[in-house]
């Protein structure tokens, strides 16, 4: 597997992980969508957009000052793994939601970029695995890093407007083994992940030869 197709496999993998985990946004969609149609609920899956951008910027010009030093490395790459461990975990140990919501006052996507500003997720995510993935295939082949970027967010954001579609069309959809089955098959794949990451800050720690 070349780089550019490294990147795109696990840009889908965590975009797809990242978009149907429980969390405060995916919650608003859902509400959102109950409430208001399946529009109100794609402008809430667009929020990531644009919050998101800022912190990429910023991770991705503080972490090369981190990479010097192999320690510092090692940790956020051990950061890393739990991020993903505890995003592994939620997704394996979801079975399922009601099909009703609390109503919630009218939607917009304000309202999205309001949630997401004030999850850590992302920031957890992009001072961790994303920025670290994104450096380190940057290095080795910069288009792959944008592949990864683009197929990520493709992913995240498509996720969630297909759980809208679904839930504006089909609201039992939440109570559907497919969809729990999907998200704890996606669990086990973030968990490979997790391992990676660990078997790297052993690397850096320097207690295994990489």
């Known amino acids: 597997m070349n780089t550019v197709e490294a990147a795109f496999v696990s840009?889908?993998?965590?975009?797809?992980?990242?978009?149907?985990?429980?969390?405060?946004?995916?919650?608003?969609?859902?509400?959102?969508t109950l409430r208001s149609g399946i529009g109100a609920g794609f402008r809430v899956a667009v929020a990531?957009?644009?919050?998101?951008?800022?912190?990429?910027?910023?991770?991705l010009v503080l972490m090369p000052r981190l990479n010097t030093s192999l320690t510092v490395m090692g940790v956020i790459t051990l950061a890393g793994a739990a991020v993903i461990s505890w995003m592994a975990i939620e997704s394996m140990t979801f079975k399922g939601t009601a099909g009703e919501t609390t109503p919630a006052p009218p939607?917009?996507?304000?309202?999205?970029?309001?949630?997401?500003?004030?999850?850590p997720s992302p920031?957890?995510?992009?001072?961790?695995?994303?920025?670290?993935?994104?450096?380190?295939?940057?290095?080795?082949?910069?288009?792959?890093?944008?592949?990864f970027i683009l197929v990520f967010y493709s992913c995240l954001v498509g996720s969630k407007m297909?759980?809208?579609?679904?839930?504006?069309?089909?609201?039992?959809?939440?109570?559907?083994?497919v969809y729990v089955w999907t998200l704890r098959l996606l669990g086990g794949v973030l968990l490979m992940f997790a391992g990676r990451f660990v078997w790297q800050a052993a690397g850096f720690f320097g207690w295994i030869t990489r």
């Open 162 to 177: 297909m759980l809208a579609l679904a839930v504006g069309r089909y609201r039992r959809f939440l109570q559907s083994q």
């Open 48 to 59: 990531p957009l644009i919050t998101d951008t800022p912190i990429i910027l910023v991770a």
């Open 107 to 119: 939607a917009s996507i304000w309202r999205g970029v309001v949630a997401n500003a004030l999850n």
């Open 11 to 32: 840009g889908a993998f965590l975009g797809l992980s990242a978009g149907w985990s429980p969390g405060p946004l995916l919650t608003l969609v859902i509400t959102e």
């Open 123 to 147: 920031y957890l995510f992009w001072f961790t695995v994303g920025g670290a993935l994104v450096l380190r295939t940057a290095d080795q082949n910069r288009p792959a890093a944008a592949v």
